[in-house]
């Protein structure tokens, strides 16, 4: 694998690791159901996918990076929980972005390649979903 991509796998994992640890923060506060099942759902994509992460560098000759992203600290950080749940969205916005970074210099097949399509669309997937569900559930936060 060449280094490139194992940086912006790297990159990605870090990332994901982050998103974890992101909505553990924000599970930890929140006590409506359905978005209680949202973050749930999202955070257990994100460690399967952190998991997955690994496995294609291991695979690849490389060593996966031990790091967790800034992103989780940044989302504790923010004001209200809307505003934390805004600032949720906007990082899976970026990490779509970064996805397709990846696959444009990815093998065009294989296992890699494989990977960062399942994650392109399941973040895609996520942005569009979330955005629709934060707009219906925060206002019932109100």
Do not use: C, Y
Not at 42 to 62: F, K, N, P, Q, V
């Amino acid at each position: 694998m060449d280094q490139a991509l194992t940086q912006i796998l790297n990159l990605l994992l870090e990332s994901e690791r982050a998103g974890v640890a992101a909505l553990d923060h924000l599970l930890n506060e929140i006590t409506q159901g359905e978005l209680r099942k949202l973050l749930s759902t999202s955070r257990e994509d994100e460690a399967t996918t952190a998991s997955h992460l690994e496995t294609l560098i291991r695979s690849g000759g490389a060593t996966p990076s031990a790091k967790v992203g800034e992103f989780a600290a940044k989302v504790a950080a923010a004001g209200s929980l809307q505003d934390r749940l805004k600032l949720l969205i906007h990082g899976e916005e970026w990490v779509a972005r970064k996805v397709e970074e990846a696959i444009a210099i990815a093998p065009a097949a294989g296992p890699i390649h494989d990977q960062l399509r399942a994650m392109a669309n399941r973040h895609r997937f996520e942005v569009e979903w979330g955005r629709a569900e934060l707009i219906r559930l925060m206002n019932t936060l109100e």
